[in-house]
């Protein structure tokens, strides 16, 4: 396989290094390597990556400097990769604009499937998130843009206002997971607040409901519990 896609992995562990690099290496990507921030920024200049992996404790400083710098001028996808696994630090990578978050250790298959899912949602967002005609379509889910329409399996659901906008939203950043503060800026432009992230959640359980999702299951949206939602890409 030769997908030609250029990945950035910027780790400053040989052996965590070594193994993504591999992992990476087998799918046929293009792997450069960093194992500071600073020469994270010089690499993504000169190279122009389609994907960073990132770890936040580097040698230098806090990998979020390196989101805040490339989101200055790029929306290329990066998946922290770190040992941090509290909410509070992946909201604060998720917001500053990274688009998942894996914690060490983790298993080969989900860190691909999450690499694949961020290439195509960043495939996606480069054609405005529509396909064609300005149509979303995710396994039997369509969402028609122009008509504010969403059907399953050909059957229209009867969506408020507020939960089209809100499965609109997700559609257009399929992949990524939406934390809840970015979610209520957008559709309502509050600061979050419990009150807020209650509303979020409310609408939430009444469009997985629509979407046909049983209790404990989910369809189409996932929830990062404490995090946010993200519609799988």
């Not at 990556?49 to 805040?68: E, K, Q, S, T």
């Not at 290329?76 to 909201?91: F, Q, Y």
Request: aromatic share 8%.
């Amino acid at each position: 396989m030769n997908n030609k896609y250029k990945v950035l992995l910027i780790e400053d562990e040989a052996n965590i290094r070594n193994l993504v690099s591999a992992m990476l290496e087998t799918h046929g990507y293009q792997i450069i390597t960093a194992e500071t921030c600073a020469s994270g920024v010089i690499l993504f200049d000169s190279h122009v990556p389609d994907l960073v992996v990132l770890d936040l404790g580097l040698p230098d400083g806090d990998g979020n400097r390196f989101i805040r710098y490339v989101r200055k001028s790029s929306a290329v996808p990066i998946i922290v990769l770190s040992a941090r696994s509290g909410e509070k630090d992946k909201i604060a990578s998720l917001d500053l604009g990274a688009n998942d978050y894996i914690t060490k250790p983790f298993g080969a298959g989900e860190f691909m499937a999450r690499v694949r899912s961020a290439l195509r949602n960043f495939r996606h967002s480069s054609q405005e998130g529509r396909l064609p005609g300005g149509k979303f379509i995710l396994g039997d889910l369509v969402i028609d843009y122009d008509a504010r329409r969403v059907c399953v399996s050909g059957n229209e659901i009867h969506f408020t206002q507020t939960e089209y906008n809100i499965v609109a939203l997700l559609s257009e950043h399929s992949g990524k997971i939406m934390t809840y503060s970015s979610m209520i800026k957008a559709i309502w432009g509050d600061h979050e607040d419990e009150g807020s992230v209650k509303k979020l959640q409310v609408n939430m359980a009444n469009i997985r409901k629509k979407l046909g999702a049983k209790p404990g299951e989910s369809r189409f949206i996932t929830n990062e519990l404490g995090v946010g939602y993200r519609m799988e890409g």
